[in-house]
């Protein structure tokens, strides 16, 4: 049985939308209501002869259910009040309606991001309840386990012309990030670039920001350079 969160005010839901080597991630308005972030895992035993009590390990997770409830926007004009929150709601409708599969993210008003991959299994319409505006539900399962922070690690600092490796650290831990995508990104390519496998190179002489991304979950370090 799955138990759902209603979303507080404040908090905000996005998928991600991947073009090429690029990610952005697109507002889903109205939503009211998304599964539990997080999961269980079945218990698995590890005892072994010398043990006088059983021992248990972590097992393996059912994918959770992700029933998303929103508010259903109308029809909008181009020049209607609520016709960005339109496009913006439809875009991501039709990617249910297609039953794909992409990240979503969940941004809590204390800041805190949570990240999770989704594989929608359906739509469907509810009973209105708020005016004339229908409520809609996409079905679906959380295909990975949800990330709830990272960390980057590595020398931070480098010298013109040579290069220093980084690396992104997930919590939980047993989550491989080679299962998804890590985006780096320099806020400064004039003093340090960094590839797509975190390996970080000096241009100019300054601190510049280095940030790693993955499932929506983002972490920023300042690399010196010298």
Same mark, same amino acid.
């Given at each position: 049985?799955?138990?759902?969160?209603?979303?507080?005010? /404040?908090? +905000?839901?996005?998928?991600?939308?991947?073009?090429?080597?690029?990610?952005?991630?697109?507002?889903?308005?109205?939503? +009211?209501?998304?599964?539990?972030?997080? #999961?269980?895992?079945?218990?698995?035993? %590890?005892?072994?002869?010398?043990?006088?009590? %059983?021992?248990?390990?972590? /097992?393996?997770?059912? *994918?959770?259910? %992700? &029933?998303? %409830?929103?508010?259903?926007?109308?029809?909008?004009?181009?020049? @209607?009040?609520?016709? @960005? #929150?339109?496009?913006?709601?439809?875009? =991501?409708?039709?990617?249910?309606?297609? #039953?794909?599969? $992409?990240?979503?993210?969940?941004?809590?008003?204390?800041?805190?991001?949570?990240? $999770?991959? =989704?594989?929608?299994?359906? $739509?469907?319409?509810?009973?209105?309840?708020?005016?004339?505006?229908?409520? =809609?539900?996409?079905?679906?399962?959380?295909?990975?386990?949800?990330?709830?922070?990272? !960390?980057? *690690?590595?020398?931070?600092?480098?010298?013109?012309?040579?290069?220093?490796?980084?690396?992104? /650290?997930?919590?939980?831990?047993?989550?491989?990030?080679?299962?998804?995508?890590?985006?780096?990104?320099?806020?400064?390519? &004039?003093?340090?670039?960094?590839?797509?496998? /975190?390996?970080? !190179?000096?241009?100019?002489?300054? +601190?510049? *920001?280095? +940030?790693?991304? $993955?499932?929506?979950?983002?972490?920023?370090? @300042?690399?010196?350079?010298?």
């Amino acid at each position: 049985m799955t138990t759902n969160v209603i979303l507080i005010a /404040g908090t +905000t839901v996005e998928h991600e939308v991947v073009s090429g080597e690029t990610s952005t991630w697109a507002l889903i308005p109205r939503l +009211t209501e998304i599964g539990a972030i997080g #999961e269980q895992s079945e218990p698995k035993e %590890k005892t072994t002869l010398q043990d006088t009590i %059983k021992k248990y390990d972590s /097992g393996l997770r059912d *994918a959770p259910d %992700k &029933n998303l %409830k929103g508010q259903y926007i109308p029809v909008q004009a181009a020049e @209607d009040e609520y016709y @960005d #929150e339109y496009v913006l709601q439809q875009a =991501f409708i039709t990617r249910v309606r297609n #039953e794909e599969e $992409f990240n979503i993210r969940v941004n809590w008003p204390d800041n805190e991001v949570n990240g $999770f991959l =989704f594989k929608s299994l359906g $739509f469907e319409w509810d009973q209105g309840s708020q005016e004339d505006y229908k409520m =809609f539900t996409t079905n679906g399962k959380q295909n990975s386990r949800v990330v709830y922070a990272a !960390s980057i *690690a590595g020398t931070l600092t480098v010298t013109t012309s040579t290069d220093t490796q980084l690396t992104m /650290g997930i919590i939980p831990a047993t989550i491989d990030t080679g299962e998804g995508t890590v985006y780096w990104k320099s806020a400064d390519v &004039n003093l340090a670039t960094v590839d797509a496998n /975190g390996l970080v !190179s000096g241009v100019l002489a300054g +601190t510049v *920001a280095i +940030t790693a991304e $993955f499932r929506g979950v983002s972490v920023s370090a @300042d690399v010196v350079v010298s």
